[in-house]
């Protein structure tokens, strides 16, 4: 079954920018999706379609997809921004949904 | 606005079963497909099982086939998640879902209901 792979932990200094990768066999050929989780919160959708920025969602959030690694890059990084990330994907053949092991972004 | 929400979560029994349901409101359900994720404490997102907007089409997570059973109902802007044999490792906050089909994004969430499955 395929496989995402994300670090478990990103830190960064108010101010500057983050980068989240999610590693996967050939993952540019998917269409990736990304999560913000804050602790005791429903997770919420930042990023779509690799890049695509769901209403609502500042522009410092955006992504980006190729070859085997996709990103999700937060510029001007806010102490608010500290939350779980997961990236998603649908396997092949569209009968499974797969999730990253999630990356847990602190803000120093 | 939109809402899902779920009910149904609680303590159980090894081998007990539950049913779970999640309301929608504000959003066209029935235009909606619909999917149930789960989160075990401490840990990330899997995902559950989703259901067509017709509920023709049904998959399942191999850790999950052929113990839950999920459906909906329209006429009730209602999603439910038969579970059945339940085990220690299904206890997690599960969450309900909705997206407009294969590839793509969740885009509302619930707020998650909590089952605890012990002796």
């Known amino acids: 079954s395929y496989v995402l792979t994300q670090p478990p932990s990103v830190s960064v200094a108010p101010g500057k920018t983050a980068s989240i990768t999610c590693g996967g066999s050939n993952i540019g050929s998917y269409s990736v999706h990304w999560y913000q989780q804050k602790p005791g919160q429903a997770p919420m959708l930042v990023i779509s379609y690799d890049s695509d920025r769901p209403s609502g969602i500042p522009e410092r959030f955006s992504g980006s997809n190729s070859g085997n690694t996709a990103t999700l890059t937060i510029s001007r990084v806010e102490a608010g921004d500290e939350a779980d990330y997961y990236c998603?994907?649908?396997?092949?053949?569209?009968?499974?949904?797969?999730f990253g092991g999630g990356t847990k972004l602190t803000v120093l | 606005q939109v809402q899902l929400v779920e009910s149904g979560g609680g303590l159980v029994k090894p081998g007990g079963s539950l049913r779970l349901s999640c309301a929608a409101s504000g959003f066209t359900f029935s235009d909606s497909f619909m999917s149930w994720i789960r989160q075990a404490p401490g840990k990330g997102l899997e995902w559950v099982s989703y259901?067509?907007?017709?509920?023709?089409?049904?998959y399942y997570a191999d850790s999950v086939k052929g113990r839950f059973t999920i459906s909906r109902d329209s006429a009730k802007s209602s999603l439910y998640l038969h579970m059945n044999n339940l085990r220690a490792e299904d206890t997690a906050v599960y969450y309900c879902a909705s997206f407009g089909g294969y590839g793509g994004s969740m885009y509302y969430w619930g707020q998650g209901t909590l089952v605890t499955v012990s002796s």
């Open positions: 998603q994907v649908w396997d092949g053949s569209g009968d499974h949904v797969i």
């Open positions: 259901i067509s907007i017709s509920g023709r089409t049904i």
